[in-house]
């Protein structure tokens, strides 16, 4: 059974300048219904998007919007097996990559195996801010802070317990979509750890 909550102001969903997003979801895999998998599971998150100052004319794309941005994220996410089940591991919780934690490579923040692949967790904390602004004509600029973690088991989990982030990035605005770069750099990467990584894609992080 699952049901969720959703409450969207963005002026664009995929390059928001304004407005919040806001969504609950639940799932709940019961033996009355038939379900051979027993858990409980829950995410949320919210974002919300500070215009500052005016909005100005792009050049090249010609659309008028507030270039200058303060973008704030929140995510946390929490599961539980019941009837002495654990949560299999497509239903747990996975952090790190270009729109999570950067300077963290996709997937790799949390629990890994002993091959170092990542076994994902039964909670998860991510916290993101970014300031947006604009450069020279269609470029703009990005400073941003993530922060973040998976915890293994629920009773882990401790949401001021976080690995942490920061880095700079790039846009370059054209008519028909946003390209994102971006380097992260981690505050205290673990011996053996790169000390930060670079991601390239389309459109916003958040």
Do not use: C
Request: proline fraction near 7%; aromatic fraction near 14%.
């Amino acid at each position: 059974m699952t049901s969720s909550f959703t409450r969207d102001t963005r002026d664009d969903p995929l390059d928001a300048s304004r407005g919040r997003f806001t969504s609950h979801a639940f799932e709940w895999g019961m033996a009355s219904l038939g379900s051979d998998l027993r858990y409980v599971k829950y995410f949320g998150q919210y974002f919300a998007y500070l215009p500052l100052g005016n909005p100005t004319v792009v050049p090249w794309v010609h659309t008028t919007r507030n270039r200058l941005v303060v973008a704030l994220g929140a995510r946390v996410g929490m599961a539980k097996g019941l009837g002495g089940q654990e949560v299999i591991p497509s239903e747990r919780f996975l952090a790190g990559g270009g729109t999570t934690v950067r300077g963290y490579q996709q997937d790799l923040l949390g629990p890994l195996d002993p091959l170092g692949a990542p076994t994902g967790g039964d909670a998860v904390t991510i916290l993101n801010s970014e300031l947006r602004f604009p450069l020279y004509k269609f470029f703009d600029g990005v400073a941003f802070v993530d922060a973040g973690n998976v915890y293994r088991h629920l009773a882990d989990f401790k949401p001021f317990d976080l690995r942490a982030s920061y880095g700079f990035g790039l846009r370059i605005r054209t008519p028909y979509i946003v390209l994102r770069l971006d380097y992260g750099f981690k505050f205290s990467p673990r011996p053996g750890e790169p000390r930060g990584k670079f991601f390239g894609s389309i459109g916003q992080a958040f």
